[in-house]
């Protein structure tokens, strides 16, 4: 069973818009961590979000917060007020403590294109 | 602080060649790891190391090794290059002591291999 599934196809927004990205991991690990990067044309993978299976709390960054439903086992990503900038592929990554410990599993990532 | 650098940026070699990637983490940063990034595969993790050790290893053949440096620069080294290999290799550093720290990643290199 996939780890990490990101099943929407390319997502667009309007922009200044609010966009949800899904994802939804597999885990028996009591605790992991659970990651959201963006990846523009570039390459380069930009670190979002954080957020802890033990977190009370949604983590927020800024226009980013992360809609975490644990017994649902869902991390989904809200960009709030899109900006063409946002345009690129995200992915959701989660991080075990039992096994690989310091190894990230990523999902298969989502296009977003954000329109003027 | 200065952030994750690799080089090259882009390599093109052939069947058969070996190539060597360079990776320097975020200064402080004593773990690094290695990943491959391709359209069919996504993000598959390579390995990591710290403190100049091997901690963990993905599920690649043994084509694929690295190293890393007592200044936790690391290098990581395909011999036998085959069509397959054409990637965006990424490296992504981190302390290497906290369970769930993040890992910040490098620009990556495009290997294209002819």
């Known amino acids: 069973a996939q780890k990490i599934t990101q099943t929407q196809p390319g997502m667009f927004v309007q922009e200044k818009e609010a966009v949800t990205l899904d994802c939804t991991y597999d885990?028996?690990?009591?605790?992991?961590?659970l990651f959201w990067y963006k990846q523009p044309s570039s390459g380069e993978m930009i670190f979002l979000i954080y957020q802890g299976s033990y977190d009370q709390q949604n983590a927020t960054e800024g226009r980013y917060s992360l809609n975490f439903q644990k017994a649902r086992k869902s991390a989904n990503l809200v960009i709030s007020a899109s900006q063409l900038g946002d345009s690129a592929m995200y992915f959701c990554a989660m991080r075990e403590t039992t096994g690989a410990n310091s190894k990230l599993t990523f999902g298969k990532g989502i296009t977003l294109s954000v329109r003027p | 602080k200065a952030g994750v650098t690799q080089t090259p940026r882009y390599l093109i070699k052939t069947r058969g060649q070996q190539v060597t990637l360079s990776c320097s983490p975020i200064?402080?940063?004593?773990?690094v790891s290695w990943y491959q990034q391709t359209p069919g595969q996504g993000l598959q993790f390579l390995f990591e190391?710290?403190?100049?050790?091997?901690?963990n290893k993905g599920n690649f053949p043994g084509r694929f090794s690295g190293r890393q440096f007592s200044n936790s620069r690391s290098e990581m080294n395909v011999s036998t290059l085959e069509l397959g290999d054409s990637a965006l290799y990424l490296c992504?550093?981190?302390?290497?002591?906290?369970?769930?720290?993040?890992?910040?990643f490098g620009p990556g290199t495009r290997l294209l291999v002819l």
């Open positions: 200064s402080g940063h004593r773990s």
């Open positions: 190391y710290f403190s100049e050790t091997q901690r």
């Open positions: 885990t028996s690990d009591p605790s992991y961590g």
């Open positions: 992504a550093s981190s302390s290497g002591q906290g369970r769930f720290e993040t890992q910040y």
